[in-house]
């Protein structure tokens, strides 16, 4: 007897044991089959399916019309039984008809078993069951007849079964220890049906055993907000529990373990072996999220999230959705202090997926995505000269929107690309410490404790520049005590750094240098090439700038990105005045970063060397907004000196040349 599938869980199909489709013919005779199928083997009145295939309004033939389907379908579904013999899968009995497939050759039966059999395994089995079943599915239950009243019961079962499958094979993976695995799909999932508070619940449980504490307290403020907005009740007790339990950090919601890292990385690995092919959207998204996570943890786990965002960004576009793009390059937020790339041709890729996203998003697509991919264009894009205005424009819309939506998360990211674009010309350390309070101020209300510790550097970098050290200590102190707390190792680069810079400042040439080189060994494996290459020849060479020493330098040095501004100098040290004076002529202005007054003052330098008044003009002109600072200080890294000795000395060398 041949054997034929039915499948329901999408548009009604069957499919013959080769898995070739069957050919049904028209909409009627899938409404009779469907109808049939929906009876569960139980017989239908042709009278019922009168009713229900025209819903009051039948043909006069319409039982005739009936039959002649029921025949066309028994052809189809059984093209070899020889003629004037009794059907034995679509069977006329009594007054009607049933149709006498075995449950486990109908995808809405075995889903049902899976998910009964699944509620006494244990969760390694649950996950792994539930998963099978829910790969059964092509689309909405009984999709061709979503307007029918005779399968809206049905419908409706079947729906709710299947989100009650998705949650249970959630509580199936944090019960394992994958909870990265299970914070993935179960975002989706509420994305899609935001009644569902069980599923709120677990996707905050699910972040917050991944360490994203602040993340798991905001998904249970906007499962409140929904509620209220869409169905005008108040949540829950466990939401409200769950929140208070996340606050407190109560002890049952850890993930129990001995080794709870070891198991969700391994959990979580295969997982995304054995999914990415059935699921690429959801692990895209996944990995994006898991990429954030990775590259705090230090310069191996940075240096991996930037190739993999990389990679996941490509595909996101190559499978042509814009809403998916956005939302895989918008949740990379990590925070970002150094004004240098450290892949500037990445960046650049990065900035151009980001635009050409915005480009393509439909104008229904949600405020807050648009909102990240403005931020990431400011972020992504630091280190640009001052002339470049988009990326500042970027940053000011991806702010107001975080206002108007009141995100916490969205703002603090996008406040920190602000912070990228307020380098439009020197003496804006006031701003960026204005910047850098709002963003400690947010993110410690909200737990957001790696912008927390943002936040500080950023006012760390505004007092040095100001030489306002005491005030720099505190936030180095307050930094330095979050990192310990939340195990963020690369903090201790700009912290042991900034302790150099004020020892330079502070104390003999000698001191200085030491406490330079020392700080140099932080930068070893930190995964920063953009601030690592150049940094400690440079700041030795602004060290004795600062002390009045002559300029010497190993010609083997390797300056790196300040190589342009830096080379004229060394010319002259060697007493090659034209080659200075030829360089000089065509060197560009410094980019718009935290070294940017630095590295005006080698160019003032350099200019008053060979007496270049139209350079000492520009640098005159661009130094005087910091009169009273440090020059390079604002980078909270290394320092040429008070910018009133270069302006008096400029002064003093223009001063024949207007007498």
Known sequence: MRVVEFGVLGSVAAW??????????????????????????????????????????????????????????RRALEPERPRRTPSRLLVTEGPGY????????????????????????????????????????????????????????????????????????AEGRLALGAAADAAADL?????????????????????????????ALSVLRRARQLLREHLGVEPGPRLSRTEQDILRHADHLDPGPSDPAAQVWAQASASYASMVPARARTRLESTAGLMRDLAVTGGGGLEAARRHRAAAVAAAEQLGEPELTARVIGVYDVPAVWTRSDDPAQADRLVGAAERTLLLLPPGAPEAARARLLATVAVESRGTLPEATRPLQAAHQAVESARRLEDANLLVFALNGLFMQT????????????????????????????YEVLGHLIRLQAHCATADFTAADRHATAADALAERHDLPLVAVFTTWYRALRTATTGPPQL???????????????????????????????????????????????WGPYEPWVRPLLLLAEGRDQDAVRLLASVPSPPGDLLHEALWSLLARAAIQVDDRALMLRTQRALEPVRGELAGAASGLLTAGPVADRLDALAAALAPHTS
């Open 16 to 73: 013959d044991e080769t898995g070739e489709p069957i050919a049904l013919k028209g909409p009627r005779h899938r409404a009779v089959l469907a109808r049939l199928l929906i009876a569960r083997r139980r017989v239908v009145p042709v009278p019922r399916l009168v009713e229900d295939l025209w819903e009051g309004d039948p043909p006069t033939d319409a039982v005739g019309t009936v039959r002649t389907f029921v025949a066309g379908l």
């Open 98 to 169: 049933a149709l006498r497939a075995e449950p486990a050759h109908v995808d809405a039966r075995r889903f049902e078993h899976a998910v009964a059999a699944a509620a006494d395994l244990p969760p390694a089995q649950v996950v792994s069951r539930l998963t099978e079943a829910l790969e059964l599915w092509r689309g909405p239950a009984y999709a061709d007849f979503a307007e029918e009243r005779w399968a809206r019961a049905e419908r409706s079962r079947l729906a709710e079964l299947r989100l009650t499958a998705v949650e249970r094979r």
């Open 187 to 215: 975002d989706a999932h509420v994305a899609e049906h935001p009644w569902r508070e069980d599923a709120w619940q677990l996707l905050a449980l699910a972040l917050y055993r991944c360490g994203r504490q602040a993340d």
């Open 423 to 450: 380098f439009e010309r020197a003496g804006l350390a006031a701003r960026r410490d204005r910047i850098g309070a709002e963003i400690t101020e947010v993110a410690a209300r909200h737990g957001l404790f790696t």
């Open 512 to 558: 200085g240098e030491s406490a330079y080189r020392a700080a140099a060994k932080s930068l070893e494996g930190a995964g920063m090439p953009g601030l690592e290459q150049g940094l400690l020849p440079l700041a030795l060479l602004c060290l004795r700038l600062h002390h009045g020493l002559p300029v010497t330098a190993d010609p083997h040095t390797d």
